[in-house]
């Protein structure tokens, strides 16, 4: 039925020629006639179709078939099926995004999550996926990292894509337009991408308003899909469904780090269900001379005690992080575990972006941009550091592996190397939304948590 429907919409938009019927009729009226009547005049000279409206009758023709027949397998296959094909739909649309400016391209991708134009995950995450960490229940290890949506724009869109967790950020005290474009270079070829945005963001009071419009829809939907099951563990705490972490930075004019840090803590703490020090973009001078032992001790105790000073429920103060670079010496890494350890840091992301250039990128023109290195080719290294920090850490400080992770493969490793959580960037960039449930799969048949 739904067949001839369509065929019958298609042929009559391309064989219709606007012409109308006679609204009289010539045998009734030779009844009423004593005379002959005359001849009825001569029909109007056929109006010749422009070719562009006859291609505009097909293009809207075959657009309702498609939409036609797109809900009528939708109405024929479960769930899960077209959940999958919408996914894996999302190759198609991604290559285009290579022809774009790179912070166009961006702008665009989270204007599509915030829309809620993109795919939302209906499929339940594998249990063997779950972890927690912190009290929380993570889904799936799977997370997207700061970068992607630095104003909390697509909460909501990204969190549905099937992340276990999604970090917004990095977030100033007051609003700064960062570092002058062009500022994004593209090393396809390589899996990589160069940056020196320099915290470009709409500053706390924004995202602030943002998170806490987002705040008790989630809120309400955490209450409307927990199980009443005594064996289930809560799936987001203050965010709501999903797990949501925001990235704190300092502005580039600020001479007291510190404060700008205590600041974004006082304001955004509520709505996350943790927190990170950002202290190791290379694109903010002197901003990672605070990973030395002394600078980053004191500025621990500082934001650690704005944040305890706040009156908190039941659930507690959020986990606090910090964010530290691939590019530490053996000392440099001892010094961090040694505060991180005594402070009882709550964990550490590894790791950020570098400003080394390893083989192939230093063979590629565009190695010679400033700014900091992600993607494939930073794997090495920041797992590397990875393990180093385990060793040095005693396995006691969650660790969150970050830095060239382009596969459920990458993911294992990270894991293997004393990663909990896992994050990525660069290659959602390039993959796409379908990259994310590729990953679970792997990590499913890899047994990943029975090592």
Excluded at 273 to 295: A, E, F, M, W
Excluded at 320 to 343: F, H, N, T
Aim: net charge positive; aromatic share 8%.
């Amino acid at each position: 039925m739904a067949t001839r429907v369509v065929l019958r919409l298609i042929k009559e938009a391309v064989s219709s020629n606007g012409r109308s019927k006679p609204n009289f009729d010539f045998a009734k009226r030779r009844r009423f006639c004593t005379s002959t009547p005359p001849p009825p005049p001569p029909p109007p000279p056929a109006r010749k179709i422009p070719y562009s409206s006859k291609k505009g009758r097909l293009f809207t023709g075959a657009t309702i078939a498609l939409l036609i027949g797109g809900g009528a397998y939708a109405s024929t296959v479960d769930e899960a099926t077209f959940c999958g094909w919408l996914f894996s739909a999302t190759k198609l649309v991604n290559p285009f995004f290579a022809f774009l400016d790179p912070e166009v391209a961006h702008r665009l991708a989270v204007s599509a999550a915030a829309r809620g134009w993109v795919p939302r995950e209906k499929r339940p995450d594998p249990s063997i996926l779950g972890q927690e960490v912190w009290g929380k229940r993570f889904s799936n290890p799977i997370g997207l990292s700061a970068g992607f949506d630095k104003n909390a724009e697509a909460v909501e869109g990204l969190l549905g894509l099937g992340f276990g967790f999604v970090e917004v950020g990095s977030v100033t005290p007051v609003p700064q337009e960062g570092n002058p474009k062009p500022r994004i270079f593209r090393l396809p070829k390589e899996g990589a991408i160069i940056n020196r945005c320099g915290f470009n963001s709409e500053g706390i009071v924004a995202v602030a308003k943002r998170l806490g419009a987002q705040h008790g829809k989630r809120k309400l939907e955490t209450s409307n899909t927990s199980s009443s099951t005594e064996d289930d563990v809560n799936h987001g705490g203050k965010a709501g469904p999903g797990i949501l972490g925001v990235n704190i930075g300092k502005n580039k004019t600020s001479e007291d780090a510190a404060a700008d840090y205590v600041q974004g803590v006082h304001t955004l703490s509520q709505y996350a269900d943790y927190l990170v020090i950002n202290i190791s973009s290379p694109n903010t001078p002197g901003l990672r001379q605070l990973q030395g032992r002394k600078q980053l001790k004191d500025l621990v105790k500082k934001v650690q005690a704005a944040r305890d000073e706040m009156q908190w429920g039941e659930e507690g103060p959020p986990p606090l992080l910090v964010k530290i670079a691939p590019d530490l010496s053996r000392q440099d890494l001892e010094d961090i575990a040694a505060v991180a350890l005594a402070l009882r840091l709550d964990g550490l992301i590894i790791s950020n972006t570098t400003v080394q250039r390893p083989d192939p990128v230093n063979k590629n023109p565009v190695a010679q941009e400033s700014g900091g290195l992600s993607g494939k080719p930073l794997f090495n290294l920041s797992t590397n550091i990875l393990k180093e920090m385990y060793i040095l850490t005693k396995g006691k400080i969650p660790l969150i592996g970050c830095g060239g992770i382009g596969s459920g493969e990458d993911a294992y490793e990270k894991i293997r190397a004393g990663a909990s959580l896992v994050q990525l960037y660069t290659a959602f960039a390039y993959g796409g939304p379908a990259l994310i449930p590729q990953m679970k799969n792997i990590l499913k048949s890899t047994n990943y948590w029975h090592l």
